[in-house]
């Protein structure tokens, strides 16, 4: 079975596993593996274009959802994607218990037939539309974040009152 690995380099800084060593662990079992070093969000668009029969992906929150969108909307069945979490805070991999292994140990023992299903939201207003897999926030959250600048100095009060 060809594995099409997904490895965001960037994700975090405390998880790290060496991609030679996940590349390892998934030939030991058999896989046939396609390493796809990720460095921007347009980089999945090229290798999901053929993304193989399992797709593993080393990253964070943001590379899991960088996926999982673009598998989302492919007009056929999307292929089943197994989660390597290396990113800063991992809710995803932590939700489904998979930070609680070493990332290279998270690999060993892959079954692409045990699949765990994932549920995704989507939202919808005068943006479009949008799958979201962690959270979604609305009222004065979602008004917080509409005025939050990333490059401004920060203040918990800056901005905040009109």
Same mark, same amino acid.
């Given at each position: 079975? !060809?594995?099409n690995l997904i490895y965001n380099a960037s994700a975090g800084t405390a998880h !790290? &596993? *060496?991609?030679?060593d996940l590349i390892h662990v998934l030939e030991v079992q058999g896989f046939s593996v396609l390493y796809s070093p990720t460095s921007s969000e347009a980089d999945l668009d090229?290798? #999901?274009r053929h993304p193989g029969e399992l797709i593993v992906v080393a990253g964070g929150d943001g590379s899991v959802r &960088?996926? &999982?969108r673009r598998l989302l909307d492919r007009p056929e069945s999307p292929p089943a994607m197994a989660i %390597? *979490? #290396? =990113?800063?805070?991992n809710n995803i991999g932590r939700t489904l218990r998979l930070t609680e292994l070493a990332p290279v140990n998270a690999l060993k023992g892959l079954n692409p037939a045990n699949k765990c299903p994932f549920? %995704? =939201?989507r939202a919808s207003g005068p943006w479009g539309e949008r799958y979201f897999l962690e959270s979604f926030g609305i009222g004065l959250l979602a008004d917080l974040l509409r005025r939050y600048d990333p490059d401004a100095p920060k203040s %918990? #009060? !800056?901005g905040v009152v009109p």
């Open positions: 079975m !060809r594995v !790290r &596993a *060496p991609v030679n090229d290798v #999901l &960088a996926v &999982a %390597v *979490p #290396l =990113g800063t805070s549920d %995704v =939201g %918990v #009060l !800056r």
